[in-house]
């Protein structure tokens, strides 16, 4: 079994910046991929960023692009999401995602991770 846990969603001003962490517990030998996903109220979940936790493949939403990057530490099994220059739209529930493959076809599928963290909120003022 693989645990999740996020941190360090906040309430921002626009132009600001956050990072926020994920922390995998449990069977996590076999964790190939890890990612982050996020949903705003009444819109769909979308995929914000993922990488292999192996290598450096990293895959990013055209929206974000620019603004966020994903990093991983493999001794302390945590991935990161540095979010700068944040907009209001950025809003959202943020969650992390753990896999055991990672293909850049279908990286942002949420079908395409087993493992699910509760969420961290971010918040961004104008």
């Known amino acids: 079994q693989v645990q999740l846990v996020e941190s360090g969603g906040d309430s921002v001003q626009a132009g600001g910046s956050l990072r926020l962490s994920c922390a995998a517990f449990g069977y996590t030998s076999g964790i190939y991929s890890m990612a982050w996903f996020r949903q705003a109220p009444g819109k769909e979940r979308e995929g914000v960023a993922a990488k292999d936790t192996g290598g450096s493949n990293t895959f990013y939403a055209d929206s974000v692009k620019g603004r966020f990057t994903i990093s991983h530490d493999n001794a302390k099994n945590t991935i990161y999401l540095q979010m700068n220059n944040l907009k209001p739209e950025d809003s959202a529930m943020y969650y992390c995602?753990?896999?055991?493959?990672?293909?850049?076809?279908?990286?942002?599928?949420?079908?395409?991770?087993?493992?699910w963290g509760q969420g961290t909120q971010v918040t961004v003022s104008s």
């Open positions: 995602a753990a896999g055991w493959t990672l293909y850049g076809g279908s990286w942002s599928r949420g079908s395409q991770y087993k493992h």
